[in-house]
């Protein structure tokens, strides 16, 4: 599934183009297709045609079904499937989808329940712009290419950047175009992919006088699209 494909797919799904059109006019009309996306319209933008909510990818319905079944390949059960996939994509019901595909696999109903995750804990909202940014990778997609993208934790402004290596050398190189624009921040957050706790990476932050913290990849309970 590559970039390209998303893009063009998003282009022909009725609703999410409803929802470009909302969140590019900012007026949100009281209808049941628009109210999941609605209710986190501060999160969403469009970057090159595709839909993202903070960092994930929204997929357009026909591709939700191929996403699930790339996600299923590995038969992890529940906990890791939604875990894989709520890193990087999203849709209104996934937890559901996630629910009947697996309660319908035998490979998976054999390895019987899984271990029940840690409590979430509350983090505290920052009060001003591009004082605190988090960040994440999507991809590989089959082009080799991936996406780096960065939130502003306040404003919810977003940087995207499409690599075609995800080293911390590149990861770094990008952030230093970045940051020569509009400044440091004073606090990054990721998850504990090996480019955000690699040396190299943790030694930039330090050398910028960027506090790094890391957050758990997945929890179901904090986010329902």
Known sequence: MTLEQIEKT?????ILQRIHTCI??????KEPDLRPYMQVNSELYVQNGIILRGTRIVIPFDLQKPTLELAHQGHQ??????????QKVCWPGIDKDVDKMISQCLPCQAQGPKTNPEPLHMSTMPTKPWHALH????????????LLVL???????????ILSSTTATTIINRL??????????????SDNGPQFTSHEFKSFLHSCGIKHRLITPYWPAASHC
């Open 10 to 14: 998003s282009l022909a799904d009725p």
């Open 176 to 189: 230093e175009n970045i940051f020569s624009q509009f400044g440091y921040p004073e606090e990054m957050i």
């Open 24 to 29: 590019t006019s900012g007026t949100w009309p």
């Open 151 to 161: 939130v502003d934790a306040c404003s919810r402004w977003p940087a995207v950047e």
């Open 135 to 146: 960040i994440d990778l999507c991809g590989p997609f089959p082009t080799g290419e991936s």
């Open 77 to 86: 059960g529940i906990v890791k499937t939604k875990q894989l996939l709520r």
